[in-house]
C-alpha cells in the first residue's frame, strides 16, 4: 500500500458525549473518503468503528477505534472514541496522539457534560479543536441556541465557519463563511455538493459572520492585527494562513455543521481537515519525561508511543503506536524505555476498524499497529538504542467504583488472576486488588458498565464465571478518651508455667496518626527484653479489632507497669498479657467505629440539582459547596463509602445519563451510633459462622 509523507498526514479525532453521533460521522467520513460502498448503521451493528460484540450488542461505543481514508493525496487518520464517562480512559489515550480533536455536539442536546470532560482534556493535551455541531436535520432544532451555549461554555474564541440556511427535515444548505458561498448537497446519502452565491437574503447576516471570523483570525498574531488594522480586511492567503496558524496554537475553534445519517456535512468537512488542521510536523515538539526533544520529522531517530492494547482473538495482544519521530519498518530491534526490555517490531499494520493492511514503512505521525510485542504495555514508548527517549504516561482518569468479585467454580483463581492482570494491561482504568483485609477481589473501574463490560470479557476470553457481590467496607475502631487497664496472664499445668503482666494506658490519637507505642516502665519492673512481646502483642491485636474485627487506629499505647517472674515469664506470656490488658483498656476507653468518607464531585445540568442533592442528602452525605460552570452545577459533597455502591447508575438514571462524579478518599469519621450497632452485630454473626 501506498505510504504518506509527515506533511501529507492528519490525525483527527471524533469525541464528545455519548450519542451525538460521532460513529454515524466517521462512518459517513469513511463512505466520502471511499474506504466503504455502504453506509452502517449503529443500530444494525454494520458500522467500522464499533465493531466488537459487545458494541453491536449495546449500540455504543466502547472502544477507541483506528480507521483511515485518502482526501486529496492526504492521509486521514481517524480516531473514533467513546462517549461514555465509563470509556473515558480510551478518550485519554487517543488524546495523545491525535493532532486535531472534532469535538462533537448534538442540535438536539447542546453543550452536555461530556462535552466539557472532552474539552478539558484537549486543553490538557494541547490538542487543536473543531467544533461540530451534528443532528441538524432533527426537528425542533435552535441553531443559535446551541453555538451560543458553546460560546457561553469555552469563550469567545469559538467561531461560526458556517450556518445553515434551515434546519429540521430540509436541512441540506450551509453557507460556508471561508468560501462565502452557500452549499447545497444533494439528498440522495453521496455527500455530495455544488456551491451557489448567498442568497440576498442571508447576505448581510454572512457578512457579519465572516466578519467576526476575519477579526478572531487577526486577532491571533500581532503582526495581522496590524495588516487588518491598515486594510481593513486580510488577503485571502493571509486568512487562510492566519487561520491555520490560529488553529495550530489553539487560539480559534471554529464551527460547521453537519448531518451524519443524510451524509450532509462531510465532504466540505474533510477538505477543512486537509486545508486548515495541523499535520503532525506542524506542531511543536514532542517532549520527554526528562526534557528531551523530538521533532516529528523522519530525520530525527525513530520512537513510538503506545496509546492503546488490545487482546484479539486468534490474533493477540495488538499494540497500538504513534510514530513520534523518524520512519518504522516491520524488523526494527528497539528498546522499552519504560521497562528496558527489548522488542523486535513484528508486521507493522494500519487499521481502518478490524480490518488491516501491511505497509512496507510508516514515515514520522503516522499512526498503526502491531501484534505480540512480549512486554510492552499501554503508556510505553519505543525508541532506538542510544537515542532513548521517554514520552510521558497517559494521565489516565482514578476509578469512581468498586465491587467485589469471587469465582464461581473453585479452583478458578488462577485463571480469573491471569485474566485481570491482562484486562489490567488492556484497560489501565480497570484496577484490581486482592484484599487480605476484606478478604475480597475488589475491582475497581469507572462505572457500573465499564465493569460489566470488563467481568463479560473475562468470561469470553478466559472461560470463568464470577459473582458479583457488594465489597466490604474497611471500618476502623478507635478510642474517644484516656483509659487504663492490667493484662495479666498466668498458667501452672505441671512443668514450666506461664507468667506476663502489664499495665497498659490506651489515648486518643490525632486521626491522620495510626498508633505509637511508648515504654514508660521504670525500676525494672518489666524486664527490657520482653518490652518488644508487649508491643507486638498490642499490635496483633489492634490488627484483628476489638468491637467487629476491623483495624484499631489512632490509639497511643503505654506500658507503665507490671511484674514478672524469674522461672516463668516469657515473650510469648507477656504477648498474650499485653493483648489481654489492650482489649480490657479499650473496652473502657468509650470505642468507637470509624468509616471511611469520601469527596464525592457531581456536575449535572441544572434542572437536576434538586434531585441530585436530595439523593446525596438520603445517603447520609454533606454538601461541602456548589460552583456554577456555564449551563452546569458543580455539586461538591462528603459521603460515606459504604452509601456509593452502585451510585452512577442512579447518577444516570437520575439525569438521563447527562450526569458525571468523580470520587476520592477523604477521611475517617465516627459512624453513627444506630449503624454501628448493626455493623458490629453482622461483624459478630459472621465471625461466628467461620468459625
Known sequence: MKTFLTEHLRNVGFAGHGGVGKTSLVEAALYDLGQINRLGTVEQGNTVSDYLDDEIERQISINSSLSYGVWRDHKINIIDTPGYSDFFGEVAGAMRVIDTVLLIVSAAGGVEVGTEVVWQEAVKNNVPRFFIINKLDRENIDFNHVFEGLVETFGAQVVLAQFPVETGPNFHKIIDLFRMKMLVFKTDGSGDYSEEDIPAALNEKSEALHLKLVEAVAESDESLMEKYFEAGTLSEDEFRAGFKHAIAEDVVFPVFCASATANIGIKRLLDVVINFAPAPCDLHEKHGENHEERKTQDSESASAFIFKTSSQMHVGELSYFKIMSGTLKTGMDMVNTS???????????????????????????????????????TGNTLCVKGKEITYPKIDFPEPSIRSAIRPKTKGDEDKISHGLHTLHEEDPTFVYVNDGELKQTIISGQGELHLAIILKRLKDRYGVDVIEEEPHIPYRETIRKKAEAQGKFKKQSGGRGQYGDCHLRLEPMPREQRFEFVDAV?????????????????????????????????????????????????????????????????????????????????????????????????????????????????????????????????????????????????????VPSDQAQKIIETAKKQHEEEN
Open 339 to 377: 521497562s528496558g526490555n527489548f522488542e523486535r517490531i513484528g508486521q507493522i499494520s494500519v487499521m481502518s476498524g478490524k480490518n488491516k493492511e501491511n505497509p512496507e514503512i510508516l514515515h514520522a505521525g503516522d499512526i498503526g499497529a502491531v501484534v505480540k510485542l512480549k512486554s510492552t504495555h
Open 522 to 670: 521504670v525500676g525494672g519492673v518489666i524486664p527490657g527484653k520482653f518490652i518488644p512481646a508487649v508491643e507486638k502483642g498490642v499490635i496483633e491485636t489492634m490488627e484483628r479489632g476489638v468491637m467487629a474485627g476491623y483495624p484499631v487506629v489512632s490509639v497511643r499505647v503505654s506500658v507503665f507497669d507490671g511484674s514478672y517472674h524469674n522461672v516463668d515469664s516469657s515473650e510469648m506470656a507477656f504477648k498474650v498479657a499485653a493483648s489481654m490488658g489492650f482489649k480490657k483498656a479499650f473496652e473502657d476507653a468509650s470505642p468507637v467505629l470509624l468509616e471511611p468518607i469520601m469527596n464525592l464531585m457531581v456536575k449535572v445540568p441544572e434542572e437536576f440539582m434538586g434531585d441530585v442533592m436530595g439523593d446525596i442528602s438520603s445517603r447520609r452525605g454533606k454538601i461541602m459547596g456548589m460552583d456554577g460552570e456555564g449551563r452546569f452545577q458543580v455539586i461538591n459533597a462528603q459521603v460515606p463509602l459504604a452509601e456509593l455502591y452502585k451510585y452512577s447508575t442512579t447518577l444516570r438514571s437520575m439525569t438521563a445519563g447527562r450526569g458525571l462524579h468523580k470520587r476520592s478518599f477523604s477521611h475517617y469519621e465516627e
